[in-house]
């Protein structure tokens, strides 16, 4: 298989599904003849024109306003939030309509919605407090929205496809440090499953849940630690709404140790839901306290020296491992 980067999996992603289904188009501030701030689109323009790829104003309770209005109508809208921190300005238009309106029409209407936006912090430049926050634990929380976060070229592709051909809106989160990765991605024509975690590396001593840019720090963490002996099972939930409980819990059943890791806050972050989600069908298997890894609970700084110390890391990771294992 050929290796790709991350932003070219969901690119071709993109690309496959216009070609595959006339009813799917994009819509988002810049993703036209400029590709997208982070060239994401680069090339769909000049394929498929501007009744397919739609540039619009920087309005994003409008952008999302009208993908709403069109998946009811039929059409399967792929829009983009340029960052995570400004999906605060459709929060109204995603809560309370693209998440409800099937059940408030009893299932006669459907929502094909896909908001694709991306988040994070961390990299060579920082992007301070409005450009690096992780909410997916927002959405977790909204009955009717699924959410989705790929790790690796290949999830992000086969996750992107199988969200475009859901019913259901489906908030898809991209980590903007994720987008050079390379890895291994099928020509074919194929999905991910929303709902299906995946077991990245197998192990007996330790179960470490993680995802985004910090699946590939635990998985480097796996490695240092096999050295000394100790088997780290390292899972990617991949969707977090709905969330593979089984995967999880029968993991932590054999090793009997959990660690969570998460960038978000830890505070309220996604790490609290699946813990709890541990102790009620695992708890009797539990050998050590479940440990949470995430980001301190302050805003991230501009000062790249401060991020780093708000934002979790190995060595974090680390610690919380050998925190278990004790």
């Not at 969901?10 to 400029?34: C, P, S, T, W, Y």
């Not at 390379?182 to 007996?204: H, M, S, W």
């Not at 630690?225 to 995967?247: A, C, H, M, N």
Request: charge should be negative; include cysteine; hydrophobic fraction near 40%.
């Amino acid at each position: 298989m050929p290796r790709i980067t991350y932003r070219e999996a969901i690119n071709e992603a993109l690309r496959e599904e216009l070609l595959r289904d006339e009813n799917v188009f994009l819509m988002g501030e810049d993703i036209g003849k400029h590709g997208g701030a982070f060239a994401v689109t680069k090339g769909l323009w000049d394929e498929f024109g501007s009744k397919r790829i739609k540039d619009t104003p920087i309005s994003e309770n409008t952008i999302v306003g009208c993908g709403v209005g069109a998946a009811i109508t039929g059409m399967r809208p792929v829009i983009e939030i340029m960052f995570m921190d400004f999906v605060t300005l459709a929060l109204d238009q995603i809560v309370n309509h693209a998440a409800k309106i099937r059940y408030l029409s009893g299932g006669q209407q459907k929502v094909p919605l896909v908001i694709r936006t991306q988040q994070g912090g961390g990299g060579e430049k920082g992007t301070a407090a409005q450009h690096s926050q992780c909410l997916e634990a927002w959405f977790v929380h909204v009955p009717g929205l699924k959410v989705v976060l790929p790790s690796t070229p290949c999830d992000a592709k086969g996750l992107l496809k199988a969200s475009i051909r859901d019913d259901n809106p489906v908030i898809y989160i991209e980590h903007k440090n994720c987008y050079p990765l390379q890895g291994e991605v099928p020509q074919n024509d194929y999905i991910v499953p929303l709902g299906r975690a995946d077991i990245k590396r197998k192990g007996k001593d330790v179960t470490v849940i993680a995802n985004g840019l910090l699946l590939h720090s635990t998985l480097k963490v796996a490695e240092e630690l096999k050295r000394e002996g100790i088997e780290v099972e390292v899972i990617d939930p991949l969707t977090f709404s709905p969330l593979d409980k089984k995967t999880i819990t029968d993991s932590v059943k054999k090793t009997g140790r959990a660690v969570i890791v998460h960038e978000a806050c830890k505070t309220g972050g996604i790490g609290g839901e699946i813990g709890m989600i541990i102790l009620e069908e695992a708890f009797d298997y539990l050998d050590a306290p479940i440990q949470r890894v995430g980001a301190l609970d302050a805003p991230i700084s501009f000062s790249l020296p401060e991020e780093m110390r708000i934002l979790p890391d190995e060595k974090r990771i680390k610690v919380a491992i050998r925190k278990v294992l004790e």
